[in-house]
T-cell receptor
Framework: TQLLEQSPQFLSIQEGENLTVYCNSS?????LQWYRQEPGEGPVLLVT?????EVKKLKRLTFQFGDARKDSSLHITAAQPGDTGLYLC??????????FGQGTTLQVKP | GAGVSQSPRYKVAKRGQDVALRCDPI?????LFWYQQALGQGPEFLTY????????KSGLPSDRFFAERPEGSVSTLKIQRTQQEDSAVYLC?????????????FGSGTRLTVV
């Protein structure tokens, strides 16, 4: 049973386009984290959202935590080839375990 | 060190061989996690330590997998009698706190190939 469902799993877009990645669950998490991973490296933390309804911006990336703390989204404006990578959402359970979604592979073509 | 260090980066093992994967967390980080990751997929939880105590090992696939962190710092993930399905990247992560606002710092992983 996948606790965190990410969609889409694959996304190939042209440079300059906007995109949104969704992360949904039937479980409540104490926080939701987004990571980006490049080939041959470990995931790198982008942001942590803690409060239901919270919105955080990181340059062209906007992260939102759902009011019920069960879902989240990542929106990228004017995607660049450097945004290419595997995007992972992860929910932190109360017991301290971090559960990952399946990931979204993003390819931005110049 | 400044980051989480894992060794070796690559390991090729013959089926049936035992392997040991090492993780050096960030100094002072109390929490340490092991994950298994298939190509293009999200990491799957294996086990979790707080200091030297293994608090959760529910993700270990079988009794061939064993992890330890005897002094609350370096951790070793051992896989006995490796099988082809054990081929994956094994990631280690550490965190300073259990607080919900803290993210994890991951190492670059060990890519294990069982032939």
């Amino acid at each position: 049973t996948q606790l965190l469902e990410q969609s889409p799993q694959f996304l190939s877009i042209q440079e300059g386009e906007n995109l949104t990645v969704y992360c949904n669950s039937s479980s409540v998490f104490s926080s939701l984290q987004w990571y980006r991973q490049e080939p041959g490296e470990g995931p790198v933390l982008l942001v942590t959202v803690v409060t239901g309804g919270e919105v955080k911006k990181l340059k062209r990336l906007t992260f939102q935590f759902g009011d019920a703390r069960k879902d989240s989204s990542l929106h990228i404006t004017a995607a660049q080839p450097g945004d290419t990578g595997l995007y992972l959402c992860a929910g932190l359970q109360l017991a301290g375990k971090l559960i990952f979604g399946q990931g979204t592979t993003l390819q931005v073509k110049p | 060190g400044a980051g989480v260090s894992q060794s070796p980066r690559y390991k090729v093992a013959k089926r049936g061989q035992d392997v040991a994967l090492r993780c050096d967390p960030i100094s002072g980080h109390v929490s340490l996690f092991w994950y298994q990751q298939a190509l293009g997929q999200g990491p799957e939880f294996l086990t979790y330590f707080q200091n030297e105590a293994q608090l959760d090992k529910s993700g270990l696939p079988s009794d061939r997998f064993f992890a330890e962190r005897p002094e609350g710092s370096v951790s070793t993930l051992k896989i006995q009698r490796t099988q082809q399905e054990d081929s994956a990247v094994y990631l280690c992560a550490s965190s300073a706190h259990r607080s919900r606002g803290y993210g994890y710092t991951f190492g670059s992983g060990t890519r294990l190939t069982v032939v």
